[in-house]
């Protein structure tokens, strides 16, 4: 008999139990392949391993390691590996709610949800802080101090924000149900 050695499918979600709203997911995947979809919320996350291929706001995109990847909400996108070797992140999801009020935070007009150019972000920084507290929260679970969540999340998403999002006011961004964006 020959084994399987390569690297096995590996998948941990977490509701973030202080913060309602956020999720937290760590995936390997080496077969996984995400259909067209959309979520209710926003997703943030980096790349740790592999690389990530997946068509977004009309563009295909490619997320390697140390990447920023996200979308937005209502927003279709699609997902698998590049290769073999699949793809391994880390992800939060995060109710709408909680973006936009980083985004009033940050600077943004009350009400209004920032908006992404694309599926990508080059900004090592972010990815490392995006890294660096999922890892701390995945680790101390409901231990963590709820204060300590909330600023350090509010610090990661007000980096994300202020550095990469466009705003549109609140009626010109309606959430898809479903297709491409015109």
């Known amino acids: 008999l020959q084994g399987d050695a390569g ?9 973030a139990s202080r913060l309602p709203g ?12 995400f259909a067209r979809h ?7 996350g980096v790349i740790e391993g592999g690389a990530l291929r997946f068509r977004y706001l009309g563009c295909d995109h490619v997320a390697v390691p140390g990447a920023v990847n996200l979308v937005a909400p ?10 073999d070797a ?20 940050a600077g943004l007009p009350h009400g209004v949800l920032p908006d992404f150019a694309s599926g990508v972000l080059d900004d090592p920084e972010l990815a490392t802080a995006i890294d660096a507290l999922h890892r701390d929260m995945e680790r101390a679970g409901p231990c963590m ?7 350090r999340l509010s610090a990661v998403l007000a980096r994300w924000i202020t550095r990469h999002a466009a705003q549109r006011a609140p009626a010109a961004r ?3 149900t479903g297709g491409e964006p015109a």
């Open 7 to 15: 690297p096995k499918e590996d998948v941990s979600w977490m509701a």
């Open 22 to 33: 956020l999720d937290l997911l760590r995936a390997r995947y080496t077969r996984q392949v």
């Open 38 to 44: 959309f979520h209710e919320g926003y997703a943030l």
């Open 74 to 83: 209502g927003e279709t996108h699609d997902g698998h590996g590049v290769g």
């Open 86 to 105: 699949g793809w391994a992140y880390r992800m939060f999801y995060l109710a709408p709610d909680i973006v936009r009020m980083a985004g009033e935070e």
């Open 145 to 151: 101090p709820t204060l300590a969540q909330e600023t």
């Open 174 to 176: 309606p959430l898809r």
